[in-house]
T-cell receptor, first 117, second 113 residues
């Protein structure tokens, strides 16, 4: 158990809908990352927050948005869903936002599997 | 852009066989390099890492050496077990990327008794 929790575990919804994925980082971690894992694109970085502020952005679609709240949990909002958005969405957390030392290791949650029908 | 390339899978081995999974990266500068493992139905776990050239990361019998001259970080294990069956991801993080990881496509490893 990494200490990172994600809800829900599974989500099935229809095209055009909007969903919210939730992530609670490990206790004490200030940085949260979102990744998308799909069969055709592999594992891709979406966005990162540190202590409530956006720090880095990857290949995140404009239909997607995220935020990190004062209690450090994060939500990823996906809107106008398309079939191609079906994927496993991972959240990861780390103490600080850069690598190098043990404190900066990213711990991954179990993921939310989104199926768009 | 920067990328990570892993050897194509799946890889199927017998127990106690030697394992090599190749990984090369294209980042400029001196990225940190990682191997993550994903067991069925679980999230990714950090297996090992190296942060500078010639560093060797090791954990649970797995090893990988950061080779700047060949831009490689190949994963090796001398004797695999059935419990090593999983998907293995090579990843890089550039020093200026605030923790953004770029992953390879993943290599599925199946170990038979």
């Amino acid at each position: 158990d990494s200490g990172v929790t994600q809800t829900p575990k599974h989500l099935i919804t229809a095209t055009g809908q909007r969903v919210t994925l939730r992530c609670s980082p490990r206790s004490g971690d200030l940085s949260v990352y979102w990744y998308q894992q799909s069969l055709d694109q592999g594992l891709q970085f979406l966005i990162q927050y540190y202590n409530g502020e956006e720090r880095a952005k990857g290949n995140i679609l404009e239909r997607f948005s995220a935020q990190q709240f004062p209690d450090l949990h994060s939500e990823l909002n996906l809107s106008s869903l398309e079939l191609g958005d079906s994927a496993l969405y991972f959240c990861a957390s780390s103490l600080r936002p850069s690598s190098g030392g043990l404190d900066y290791e990213q711990y991954f949650g179990p993921g939310t599997r989104l199926t768009v029908t | 852009g920067n990328s990570v390339t892993q050897m194509e899978g799946p890889v199927t081995l017998s127990e106690e066989a030697f394992l090599t999974i190749n990984c090369t990266y294209t980042a400029t500068g001196y990225p940190s390099l990682f191997w993550y493992v994903q067991y069925p139905g679980e999230g990714l776990q950090l297996l090992l890492k190296a942060t500078k050239a010639d560093d060797k990361g090791s954990n649970k019998g797995f090893e990988a050496t950061y080779r700047k001259e060949t831009t490689s970080f190949h994963l090796e294990k001398g004797s695999v077990q059935v419990s090593d069956s999983a998907v293995y991801f090579c990843a890089q993080e550039e020093g200026t990327s605030y923790g953004k990881l770029t992953f390879g496509q993943g290599t599925i490893l199946t170990v038979h008794p």
